[in-house]
């Protein structure tokens, strides 16, 4: 192979390279530059979204409806689990917030995972949560307590005979659970 030959593919072989890192650079800032496009147009950010259309909706402060929270845990497991309240007078169309408090009894660091449950379930439709423990899992020092917010509004199109919605959770530890599967 003569040296001119060399030249030209040393040249093709930078500009491949280039072009590759290139690549991967432009791949690796798209995360955040589609952060930013989100958080400017509101397109595709779900939190945000969620939040718009809780301003934009409208209270109806003449019909009162009760939430009830509930928290269980399964037989296997030893965690401490409760809402900070039993109940709230809400109004549809505004947002509330409910804190349950969670504690890591097992011994061991721990990820949990909460399984929520509606009743009536023909009130689903109506409830939005905008934030959520149950949404991914909890991860736990041993012995951490925290506590645990959802945060909800009602849509005030839900049917005039619905008065009282429960709203249970069930918290899995997670570890227990895949190790009694196997």
């Known amino acids: 192979m003569n040296a001119s030959a060399r030249r030209e593919n040393r040249k ?3 500009k491949l390279l280039a072009f590759s890192l290139g690549a991967f650079g432009f791949g ?16 595709g950010n779900e939190k945000r979204l969620a939040e ?11 019909r009162t409806i009760t939430v009830e929270f509930l928290a269980q845990l399964p037989t296997v497991g030893n965690w401490e689990f409760r809402p900070l ?12 917030t409910a804190d349950f408090i969670a504690k890591n009894l097992t011994g061991r660091d ?4 909460a399984v929520p449950m509606m009743a ?11 934030e959520c423990f149950c949404f991914t899992p909890q991860h736990f020092s041993r012995g951490e307590e925290r ?3 959802v945060r909800f509004v009602v849509d005030p199109a839900i049917p005039a005979d ?7 959770y069930t918290f899995y530890d997670e570890t227990t659970r895949v190790a009694a599967s196997r």
């Open 12 to 14: 093709l072989l930078l």
């Open 28 to 43: 690796y800032a798209l995360v955040p530059l589609y952060q930013v496009m989100c958080d400017i147009t509101g397109f």
């Open 52 to 62: 718009r259309s809780v301003i934009n909706a409208k209270p109806d402060p003449s």
């Open 85 to 96: 309240q039993s109940s709230m007078e809400i109004h549809p169309g505004q947002l509330y």
């Open 110 to 113: 721990t990820v949990a995972q």
């Open 120 to 130: 009536p379930t023909k009130v689903a439709p109506y409830f939005h949560k905008t």
């Open 147 to 149: 506590e645990l917010p």
């Open 162 to 168: 619905i008065d009282r919605i429960t709203l249970a």
